[in-house]
């Protein structure tokens, strides 16, 4: 790795400055916001901060997946979801009538308007037709075009290599079914964490952009993006060689906030080059000048979203809140390690075997062929 000074908090991103401990704000959902929250007896389905139905899973390690229409009218629901599909697609309405959709290997679920697009066993369904087939391994919706003539999603290789880590955003034509790759990783250039946002009203997909799939596994930069819905990047910003978690742009452009993970720059200066990056970070766009918001990385509160200009974080466990002066360390009630909140897991106990191909290098669980 070659030697360079260290660059407190974001890279080249800009100055960084700590803001004053202050007390916890809540969340205050728009109506048209769908979450599953943990609770007793499963996961409780909240749009816009109220409850409409409790769904129970088969199994702890699943989840609930769920999202709402532009007017809240209706919630989609997958069920026992393990990380890549769930077992069932069912809507909520706004006093609890649950209405059962499809069964099978759900991946995602999106409205236009009130109707309701799907992807089963990677076919693509919408008004409860077949109009495609997304190739490859869990492909992920991530909303209709501005125009309701396309399906944006996310496609990753149906192969048991490390490209099933990498994503490709393509269009969905819903007139012939025609899938056209718009931002396509390859074995150089590699984008993940793909997002639908409206800046300005205007429909956009954010990403980041880094050429090592890996952690922190090389010297070479990352990137967030943003480009229109036709796949023209209109953004790329904040080249650093740490390690971008997640990035939300607000919707009106003028803000992003982004988890940024410390990557060891020059062995000489020690861990303590992690401590002074790691974070939760919200940046004007306008200024560069960006304040990092939550101090390390937490395992319990993610980042989920931007909220009149300030990070949201949360998560179905924990619930969600608004971020300021808080420290990873007292959000995890200090009974996360250091290690597990850089390395946040989905599930603590393996439920599926490690592909074919692993030799088992840099890991830190069970690697059994």
Known sequence: MKKTSLVVAAAALCAVTATPVQAVEPYSESPAT?????????????????????????DPAYSVRTTSSADGELAAVITDFDGTHGARLQTVD???????????????????????????????????????????????????????????????????????????????DLKTGAVKPL?????????????????????????????????????DPQWLGLATEHGETKQLIGETKHHYRSAVWSSDGAKVAYELMGCVTDKKLGPGQLDAVSGV????????????????????????GV???????????????????????????RQVTAMGRINRAEFIHQLWDTRDDFHGGSSCGPTAR
């Open 34 to 58: 769908a979450k599953a929250v943990k609770s007793g007896n499963g996961y409780d389905v909240v749009v816009g901060g109220a409850k409409r139905a409790t769904v129970k899973v088969t």
């Open 94 to 172: 706004r006093y609890g009538k649950t209405r059962h959709i499809a069964s099978g290997a759900i991946t995602s679920a999106v409205f236009h308007g009130t109707e309701l697009a799907y992807v089963s066993a990677n076919d693509v369904h919408v008004g409860g037709k077949v109009i495609g087939r997304l190739p490859g391994r869990a492909p992920e919706l991530l909303g209709f075009t501005s125009d309701g003539t396309g399906l944006l999603a996310v496609q990753h290789p149906d192969v048991q290599t490390d490209e099933t880590y990498v994503g490709t955003l393509s269009r969905v």
């Open 183 to 219: 931002i396509a990783s390859d074995k150089t250039t590699l984008y993940r964490d793909f997002k639908l946002v409206d800046v300005n009203g205007e429909r956009h997909v954010s990403y980041i952009k880094n050429n090592e799939i890996y952690r922190c596994g090389s010297d």
């Open 281 to 304: 970070y919200v940046q004007d766009l306008a200024t560069k000048k960006a304040d990092r918001v939550v101090d390390g990385l937490s395992f319990t509160h993610a980042l989920s």
């Open 307 to 333: 909220d009149d200009g300030t990070a949201v974080i949360g998560s179905p466990e924990r619930g969600y809140r608004k971020a300021s002066g808080e420290t990873a360390a007292v959000l995890d009630s």
